[in-house]
């Protein structure tokens, strides 16, 4: 399982991981930023855990982002 | 009775507008307690300092036009990077509260932007992304916008002639008022024409059309023949970086090419620049108006500016005779520099007495101190008298509470540098 996390407040809606991993990520027409797909909120964040198979395209999310508010870590369940 | 009441209304009018920019509030209220008559700023992410800290919220909107109106300086919102599908609901929803909280106008260049402010009923200025270079240009916008501003790469002949133009062909904006030109007049220059520049997309996925400008321009390079593996010989690894914008030393030039508006730069810059800056360049536009613009007010001027961050000057390409002007060293030229040295902990309003607590470093009678904060924006002054935890004392180090006379009231939120000669200027 990974774990991915995305600080909503600070995007600057580039649309790079959306454009990434449209199965993870999509562009919000309220606001014009990024929304992680089936997340839980709390405060800034946004959370989700999902499995492995989605590790190498957060990551690249991760990378591309030019505001660095996408986290990606390991978790054990 | 006619020709005096025309005489004087005459030297009433404003030679030119001062706009300032305002990346917080604390720069915000230097530039407008420095004199500003306009300033420009950004809300959420869609304009060129889109990273949140040089940017307000949109709740925020309401009480920056309503300090503004208190001041009488204008608010202008500033809307103009590249524009997405995905942004055109955030576009209105910020147009519309603009609308709403009574801002004076957007600074825009995606046509999608334009077209809904002016259906909004907004006033609209051009924004340098759209890098305006001639007459018919300025025709073509004047149907949507009153207040335009040049490319930045013109000669002051060019933007004369545009003025001229408009003067004499009565191009007027959507206002039914003649069409305004602006004209950047301190600081950054970018190397791309009008910051259209794609480097920081291409190295770092980070668009500086979008605001996220990385700066690669700012960056030491060697250039190296990959065929022979000779590296070009260059006397200036700064290869890129073109020194900052300044007009002061001729700035009635800039008043005689028929500028109505005169812009700083800097959303991303310390309010004390800010202040500094609008300062300088209120003083120097009512000594043209005044009559006492001189070499040695000039001199104050530049040694003024030159205080804070800066590249070295250059008077861009305004004059026409100079080829770029390249920064040769990393960072800043100013000649002062802050350090930080304590938090605002209580101001007591009848004996004017500000108490602060010092969190690092040490701070001296005598020295010369700099206080910055969201509500005093920026105050600057000197310790003539120096109490630390009550005592009267020559030095304050981390852990004391210091008190001193000072006439401008402080708050907790407020944080006190003390401003020391640049070291590496020594």
């Known amino acids: 399982m990974i774990s991915i996390s995305l600080q909503q407040k600070k995007c600057i809606g580039c649309n790079y991981c959306a454009e990434i991993a449209p199965e993870l990520f999509r562009m919000s027409k309220k606001d014009g930023k990024s929304v992680l797909l089936h997340a839980t909120h709390k405060g800034d964040y946004q959370n989700l855990k999902t499995n492995d198979f989605f590790r190498e395209d957060a990551l690249k999310c991760k990378e591309v982002c030019p505001v660095k508010i996408i986290k990606v870590h390991d978790c054990k369940s | ?426």
Not at chain 2, 74 to 88: A, Q, R, S
Not at chain 2, 165 to 183: F, T, Y
Not at chain 2, 200 to 206: A, E, I, T, V
Not at chain 2, 393 to 420: H, N, P, S, W
């Open chain 2, 1 to 426: 009775m006619d020709k005096i009441n025309f005489v004087s209304k005459k030297m009433k009018t404003k030679t030119m507008e001062l706009m300032a920019p305002a990346g917080n509030w604390e720069s915000l209220r230097a530039a407008v307690n420095a004199g500003a008559d306009s300033v420009y700023f950004g809300v959420e992410q869609l304009n060129m300092r889109a990273r949140a800290s040089m940017n307000f919220e949109l709740s925020e909107l309401k009480e920056i036009s309503a300090f503004c109106s208190q001041h009488k300086v204008k608010t202008y919102l500033t809307l103009n990077t590249i524009v997405y599908d995905h942004d055109l609901s955030i576009v209105k929803k910020l147009i519309d509260e603009a609308k709403k909280q009574h801002i004076s106008a957007i600074i825009a260049s995606d046509q999608a932007v334009i077209s809904y402010a002016r259906s909004a009923g907004m006033e609209v200025h051009i924004s340098t992304q759209v890098n305006i270079t001639n007459i018919e240009t300025v025709k073509f916008y004047a149907l949507f916008a009153d207040v335009i501003v040049l490319s930045r790469e013109l000669s002051l002949n060019q933007v004369k002639k545009i003025t001229t133009a408009i003067e004499k062909e009565q191009i007027k904006g959507p206002s039914g008022r003649l069409i305004e030109i602006e004209l950047f007049g301190h600081g950054a220059l970018c190397m791309a024409v009008s910051g259209k520049c794609y480097l920081s997309l291409h190295s770092q996925n980070s668009s500086a059309n979008r605001g996220a400008c990385m700066q690669n321009c700012r960056r030491t390079y060697t250039v190296i023949d990959n065929e022979t593996q000779n590296e070009l010989l260059i006397d200036n690894e700064y290869i890129m970086s073109p020194q900052d914008l300044c007009t002061i030393d001729f700035l009635d030039k800039i008043v005689d090419s028929g500028v109505k508006v005169l812009k700083i730069e800097g959303r991303g810059k310390a309010p004390e620049y800010v202040k500094t800056v609008v300062k300088a360049y209120r003083e120097a536009i009512d000594a043209i108006e005044n009559n006492t613009y001189n070499t040695a007010a000039i001199e104050t001027w530049m040694e003024d500016l030159k205080s804070v961050y800066n590249r070295g000057f250059w008077s861009g390409y305004y004059l026409g005779q100079e080829m770029g002007s390249w920064h040769n060293t990393s960072g800043s030229l100013a000649t002062q520099k802050k350090i930080y040295i304590a938090k605002g902990t209580h101001y007591y309003p009848k004996t004017q007495i500000a108490e602060f607590e010092v969190e690092a470093q040490h701070i001296a009678k005598g020295d010369s101190i700099l206080i910055t904060g969201p509500t005093t924006g920026v105050v600057e002054s000197s310790i003539d008298e120096l109490y630390v935890n009550g005592k009267p004392a020559l030095l304050g180090k981390k852990g004391d509470q210091i008190t001193f006379r000072l006439a401008e009231r402080i708050r907790v939120t407020d944080k006190l540098y003390k401003l020391i000669p640049n070291p590496e200027l020594q």
